[in-house]
């Protein structure tokens, strides 16, 4: 079926320093999602991203967070600087419509050191 | 706002038995509610959907659900479960937002562990 790609699949950076995580999603789909899963806990929702531009975001999208999609080519969660609360693991999803199934990658698992 | 509960956080059955996983919700509107199967190492994979009608619904691998409105539950069953379902399941809720993307609002998911 559709799949939903994440790279990198794991990584390791100091605080402080800026991590970008790449989604590359099903190829026809227009939305866009991120979550992030602490480890032992609920899997919650960052942001969503439609048209070119962020449709909604939640508490845990904090300043240092953003995303884009330039050219149709990866959707990108850049964290600009890290902090220690960030290590988690961060799924990418794409649907096609705004109710339809969403798909999601693996996971890239980020550790903030 | 809307929240979804999975009581058990592990679940340990054996092969062969029957499963039910319980599943609630809270919200004020009319519920989408998905179940969702992480397998280790896997991204989450959707066993199945409930959005209206018939309030039994059939997803992958035998698995079935079924919504009560009355109860506020979208509980998962399968009738003889297999080493291989051996996995993270995921009780999701959607507020289903047509005015723009939407938003999932995730249980903290149940483990299931197959004893052989």
């Known amino acids: 079926g559709p799949k939903v790609l994440q790279i990198p699949s794991h990584q390791i950076i100091d605080m402080g320093q800026m991590v970008t995580l790449n989604c590359d999603p099903v190829?026809?789909?227009?939305?866009f999602y991120w979550y992030k899963q602490i480890l032992g806990q609920q899997m919650e929702f960052l942001v969503n991203?439609?048209?070119?531009?962020?449709?909604?975001k939640s508490k845990l999208f904090k300043d240092q967070f953003s995303v884009e999609r330039p050219d149709g080519s990866y959707f990108t969660l850049k964290i600009q600087p890290t902090a220690l609360e960030d290590s988690a693991v961060y799924f990418c999803?794409?649907?096609?419509?705004?109710?339809?199934?969403?798909?999601f990658g693996e996971g890239s698992k980020l550790t903030v050191l | 706002a809307q929240s979804v509960t999975q009581p058990d956080a592990r679940v340990t059955v054996s092969e062969g038995a029957s499963l039910q996983l319980r599943c609630k919700y809270s919200?004020?509107?009319?519920?989408?509610l998905f179940w969702y199967v992480q397998y280790p190492r896997q991204g989450l994979q959707l066993l199945l959907k409930?959005?209206?009608?018939?309030?039994v619904v059939q997803g992958v691998n035998g698995f079935e659900a079924e919504f009560s409105k009355s109860n506020s539950s979208f509980h998962l069953r399968k009738a003889s479960v297999h080493w291989s379902d051996s996995a993270v399941y995921f009780c999701?809720?959607?507020?289903?937002?047509?005015?723009?993307?939407?938003?999932?609002?995730f249980g903290k998911g149940t483990q299931l562990i197959i004893q052989p």
């Open positions: 999803a794409s649907s096609l419509v705004v109710t339809g199934q969403l798909y």
């Open positions: 190829s026809n789909h227009l939305y």
């Open positions: 991203f439609y048209n070119g531009k962020v449709m909604e």
């Open positions: 919200y004020s509107g009319t519920p989408y």
């Open positions: 409930y959005y209206s009608g018939d309030p």
């Open positions: 999701v809720l959607s507020a289903g937002n047509t005015e723009g993307a939407d938003r999932l609002t």
